[in-house]
């Protein structure tokens, strides 16, 4: 039997994509919605393609697309796309604990597959104990698992949007259903009191500089809250130091 099959046929691979399978009609959607506005973006089909497989990040591909069309220059482009995906050094440390263990490599192949859905799926089947995360022999197949079928139900879908870009009319609202989508996943991670914060500081600041150019709105809502996660986050460090230990 091939490593593969093996990897395949371990119950914890098949745990982690069926589990990873509740949120496929989502991402589907919000895959097919980053399809379409890539080529409507203006970008070739080819380009499109490579975008959709070399980037494997959907906010920051819906980020960076209107900044294209409006011809914003590069460093405000690569600016958005940075502050989009911050979040992803946070989820690094949170994975470390699980994966820092493997060779390099395997690690960077590890964070390139990884996205918000796979950290929630992963910290639900396995919550921390109480001395922290532990490592568990069914955790990478499990991971897997959940990154295959993810990577499916993302790129199958855009690629169908790339090659369907022309022919899909405008007036269908695909653009507002990917939106709906988006809020859908989004309030899955609004698991705590600073996430719910964050949020409607980054809706707030995000409408209140909407008149700004270049779609810079984008980049006012993400350091807006950050600020305000970071600034809760002290602030209930703060208190349970001055309640002193239970």
């Not at 490593?3 to 509740?22: I, N, V």
């Not at 490579?50 to 409006?70: D, E, I, K, T, W």
């Not at 109480?130 to 079928?149: C, F, M």
């Not at 939106?179 to 995000?206: F, I």
């Amino acid at each position: 039997m091939t490593s593969a099959t093996r990897l395949l046929s371990h119950p914890d691979f098949r745990r982690g994509a069926r589990e990873m399978l509740g949120m496929a009609p989502g991402i589907g959607a919000w895959g097919l919605v980053t399809g379409v506005a890539m080529v409507k973006g203006g970008l070739s089909v080819p380009l499109a393609v490579f975008m959709s497989l070399a980037v494997y990040a959907g906010s920051a591909q819906l980020a960076a697309l209107p900044l294209l069309a409006a011809g914003a220059p590069m460093w405000v482009i690569w600016a958005a796309a940075f502050c989009v995906n911050l979040r992803f050094v946070i989820y690094s440390a949170q994975w470390r604990t699980y994966f820092g263990h493997l060779p390099r490599r395997q690690r960077m192949a590890l964070g390139f597959l990884a996205a918000d859905l796979n950290l929630i799926a992963f910290q639900r089947a396995y919550p921390s104990g109480e001395h922290g995360p532990r490592r568990e022999p069914g955790q990478i197949p499990y991971y897997l698992g959940g990154v295959a079928v993810l990577w499916s139900v993302w790129q199958l879908p855009s690629m169908l949007g790339i090659a369907l870009a022309n022919v899909i009319p405008t007036a269908w609202g695909l653009g507002f259903a990917g939106t709906l989508a988006m809020v859908g996943l989004t309030y899955g991670l609004l698991s705590d009191r600073s996430t719910w914060v964050a949020a409607v500081v980054a809706g707030t600041a995000a409408v209140a500089a909407f008149s700004l150019p270049l779609k810079l709105n984008i980049i006012v809502a993400i350091a807006a809250a950050v600020a305000a996660g970071l600034l809760m986050d002290q602030a209930e460090k703060a208190s349970r130091r001055l309640r002193g230990p239970a």
